[in-house]
């Protein structure tokens, strides 16, 4: 009993900290909401401040209820205050609810229709920033983690939708937005059950594909790229993160060993990566010449797929081919060619070339994934 009443003063501060950071959340929504105002017209202010306003007392309200979890370890005291990288964290949320306002709004209006995608493109950056702000600072907490997940998932429904509404994502891409919500729900109902939960091994890639997604999202809300190829590309994204989630949960009811989820890893570094890369050669080196002949050119996507062959900087080698097929790929290779190298490049972005790389540059960057705590 000593122990609590000792940490209350702690407790106490924390949640005066939360109320200022809120309080400075809102009015800076409010601030937005009146530059609407100005800008355009005030029901588009109201329209736009009501789901940013809601969103911004949910993430409120989850970090209020968790307040507990400040501190190292389950046994460990409470830091006094939320910390640097707790900070980011929220202003990640304050981002994604700024960027959420604009799901009641008309996005072709101006002077709003870039505000989602850089919003969400200023969150999706900062994510690598929060854990490693909480490292420096030396205040790594199971709060930060916690936030962390919650408001990745939470980005993960908000800005889809938006891209969705613009038809820069196929609407299929909800599949995945709603896939945290219902392995956390699955997870309490099993346990509610009472049946067993087993051992989920650690496993990187997790977080990896979380960023891709992320990514992904930011590069779809902005024009840059054809909205065909973004919608090819969501699909495309979505389904590694929707198959390690059926893993994740074969591993935890039992029905995968964790030797055996080792080994599907293994297979996708020796057989599956390096298969991609000799069908992206293959597919390339048909319609390469075609190409040439028509007066296009086509040295940076040889070059490209030439890295991709031999594992030369992979995942390079991958981003650059993508961004080759959304500009130019649309209109010059034919639709079944496109989609197998929409969906190679993709998955060799987010998994590596695989074994027999030459040089797997940015795998360790990638799979350190600084936001990680």
Same mark, same amino acid.
């Given at each position: 009993?000593?122990?609590?009443?000792? &940490?209350?003063?702690?407790?106490?501060?924390?949640?005066? $900290? =939360?109320?200022?950071?809120?309080?400075?959340?809102?009015?800076?929504?409010?601030?937005?909401?009146?530059?609407?105002?100005?800008? $355009?017209?005030?029901?588009?202010?109201? +329209?736009?401040?009501? #789901?940013?306003?809601?969103? !911004?007392?949910?993430?409120? *309200?989850?970090? *209020?209820?968790?307040?507990? =979890?400040?501190?190292?370890?389950?046994?460990?005291?409470?830091?006094?205050?939320?910390?640097?990288?707790?900070?980011?964290?929220?202003?990640?949320? *304050?981002?994604?609810?700024? /960027?959420?306002?604009?799901?009641?709004?008309?996005?072709?209006?101006?002077?709003?229709?870039?505000?989602?995608?850089?919003?969400?493109?200023?969150?999706?950056?900062?994510?690598?920033?929060?854990?490693?702000?909480?490292?420096?600072?030396?205040?790594?907490?199971?709060?930060?983690?916690?936030?962390?997940?919650?408001?990745?998932?939470?980005?993960?429904?908000?800005?889809?939708?938006?891209?969705?509404?613009?038809?820069?994502?196929?609407?299929?891409?909800?599949?995945?937005?709603?896939? +945290?919500?219902?392995?956390?729900?699955?997870?309490?109902?099993?346990?509610?059950?009472?049946?067993?939960?087993?051992?989920?091994?650690?496993?990187?890639?997790?977080?990896?594909?979380?960023?891709?997604?992320?990514?992904?999202?930011?590069?779809?809300?902005? #024009?840059?790229? %054809?909205?065909?190829?973004?919608?090819?590309?969501?699909?495309?994204?979505?389904?590694?993160?929707?198959?390690?989630?059926?893993? %994740?949960?074969?591993?935890?009811?039992?029905?995968?060993?964790?030797?055996?989820?080792?080994? =599907?890893?293994?297979?996708?570094?020796?057989?599956?990566?390096?298969?991609?890369?000799?069908?992206?050669?293959?597919?390339?080196?048909?319609?390469?010449?075609?190409?040439?002949?028509?007066?296009?050119? /086509?040295?940076? @996507?040889?070059?490209?797929?030439?890295?991709?062959?031999?594992?030369?900087?992979?995942?390079?080698?991958?981003?650059?081919?993508?961004?080759? @097929?959304?500009?130019?790929?649309?209109?010059? +290779?034919? #639709?079944?060619?496109?989609?197998?190298?929409?969906?190679?490049?993709? !998955?060799?972005?987010?998994?590596?070339?695989?074994?027999?790389?030459?040089?797997?540059?940015?795998?360790? *960057?990638? &799979?350190?994934?600084?936001?990680?705590?």
């Amino acid at each position: 009993m000593s122990d609590v009443f000792a &940490a209350l003063p702690t407790q106490n501060l924390l949640r005066r $900290e =939360l109320k200022v950071i809120s309080a400075i959340g809102a009015v800076a929504l409010l601030s937005v909401a009146v530059w609407l105002d100005v800008a $355009e017209r005030w029901y588009m202010a109201v +329209f736009w401040l009501l #789901p940013a306003i809601a969103i !911004w007392c949910w993430i409120g *309200w989850r970090t *209020w209820t968790s307040l507990d =979890l400040n501190r190292a370890a389950l046994q460990a005291p409470l830091y006094p205050a939320l910390g640097w990288g707790n900070r980011v964290t929220l202003l990640r949320g *304050w981002l994604i609810a700024l /960027a959420g306002g604009c799901l009641s709004i008309d996005l072709s209006a101006v002077p709003v229709s870039w505000l989602p995608a850089a919003a969400y493109s200023l969150a999706a950056l900062l994510d690598r920033c929060d854990g490693f702000l909480a490292r420096r600072s030396r205040q790594v907490s199971l709060l930060g983690g916690e936030l962390d997940v919650q408001l990745d998932a939470l980005g993960l429904v908000v800005a889809p939708i938006l891209a969705i509404a613009q038809g820069r994502l196929h609407l299929s891409y909800l599949l995945l937005s709603a896939a +945290f919500y219902l392995y956390r729900w699955a997870m309490q109902r099993r346990q509610a059950l009472g049946l067993p939960l087993y051992l989920l091994p650690d496993n990187p890639l997790r977080r990896t594909l979380a960023g891709f997604q992320m990514g992904l999202v930011a590069v779809a809300l902005w #024009p840059w790229l %054809d909205a065909e190829f973004t919608r090819v590309a969501g699909v495309a994204f979505m389904l590694p993160v929707l198959f390690g989630f059926a893993a %994740d949960w074969a591993v935890v009811c039992g029905q995968l060993s964790a030797a055996n989820y080792q080994r =599907l890893a293994v297979c996708s570094q020796g057989l599956f990566q390096p298969g991609l890369r000799l069908l992206t050669a293959i597919v390339v080196g048909l319609v390469l010449p075609g190409l040439a002949a028509a007066g296009i050119s /086509a040295l940076s @996507l040889a070059v490209a797929v030439v890295m991709l062959s031999v594992g030369f900087a992979g995942r390079l080698a991958a981003l650059v081919l993508l961004l080759w @097929l959304g500009g130019f790929g649309v209109a010059v +290779f034919q #639709p079944c060619a496109q989609l197998t190298l929409v969906f190679a490049g993709s !998955w060799l972005l987010m998994l590596g070339s695989g074994r027999a790389s030459l040089w797997g540059w940015g795998d360790a *960057w990638v &799979a350190r994934y600084d936001g990680a705590r």
